[in-house]
């Protein structure tokens, strides 16, 4: 085991460690393997600092590799404070900080406590519906506070097909089913259950249903239409729909 190459000329890497790269997106977890040899090489006389051949000990040279002593596994699971990004019909999303343009670039870390700003941009022939996930509602601009890892929906659909219970021709109907104790509540209104209820709306109406835990409880996540976590889910109704809600201790 040897100290930190020297700070000065060019060997200027103390406190880095050699050959460590940047996590990519989406990794929860590091693995490393630790193996331990014997220095075979020569030594300075007076301090007994590896004289490497390569003059940085990053790699053995000839006869420097002795016998091997042990190895080791260690792994570390991560708390990724990242922003992931996903895009529903024609459309775009794009980030104040131009970390986020997805569906090019939908993924980004931040620093805990970043406000990250999401606009939506619908391209031409279809128009922004709403936002689920870490945001909600349907006005075009969302600001994400980063605290955790956070996934947000944009969805767009085409121009010409209907919103908010108006026109749009045939129904279609939203069933919702609740696992456990919670309730769920839609915008615009018509589903209001703790077990299971149903709605009618006009075809192509965009409905967002939240969920609510009971006392005690806390919200497990969607199944059906709707997946994740968040407490809020859009759906647009083009055919009758089932959406489920768990809850648990």
């Known amino acids: 085991m040897q100290e930190d190459p020297p700070s000065g000329g060019r060997q200027r890497r103390r406190g880095k460690l050699v050959n460590q790269g940047n996590l990519g997106n989406g990794n929860h977890a590091v693995v490393r393997r ?26 053995p040279g ?15 699971n991560l708390d990724v404070n990242a922003l992931g990004v996903t895009v529903s019909g024609g459309g775009d999303v794009l980030s104040g900080d131009k970390v986020i343009s997805c ?28 936002w689920s996930g870490g945001c909600a509602g349907n006005a075009s601009s969302c600001t994400v506070l980063m ?6 929906t944009a969805t767009f ?12 021709g045939s129904a279609a109907k939203l069933a919702v089913a609740v696992a456990g104790s919670g309730s769920v509540r839609s915008t615009p209104a018509g589903i209001d259950c703790g077990k299971s209820c149903s709605a009618t709306y006009a075809r192509g109406t965009v ?10 409880q806390a919200f497990l996540g969607w199944n059906g239409a709707c997946s994740g976590t968040a407490a809020s889910c859009t759906v647009v109704l ?3 729909t089932k959406v489920g809600a768990s809850f648990t201790k």
């Open 238 to 240: 083009q055919a009758d």
């Open 34 to 59: 630790y193996e331990v040899y014997r220095y075979a090489g020569a030594y300075d006389p007076v301090s007994h600092e590896a004289l490497c051949v390569d003059l940085t000990c990053t790699a």
């Open 147 to 152: 605290n955790a890892e956070t996934t947000v």
């Open 157 to 168: 659909v085409a121009a010409g097909v209907g919103g908010g219970g108006g026109g749009g």
């Open 103 to 130: 569906p090019n670039k939908c993924y980004g870390v931040y620093a805990p406590g970043a406000a990250v700003v999401l606009s939506a941009k619908a391209r031409s022939g279809s128009r922004f519906v709403g």
């Open 207 to 216: 409905v967002t249903v939240t969920a609510t835990p009971a006392a005690g």
């Open 62 to 76: 000839p006869g420097e590799l002795g016998d091997a002593i042990g190895a080791q596994n260690a792994a570390a």
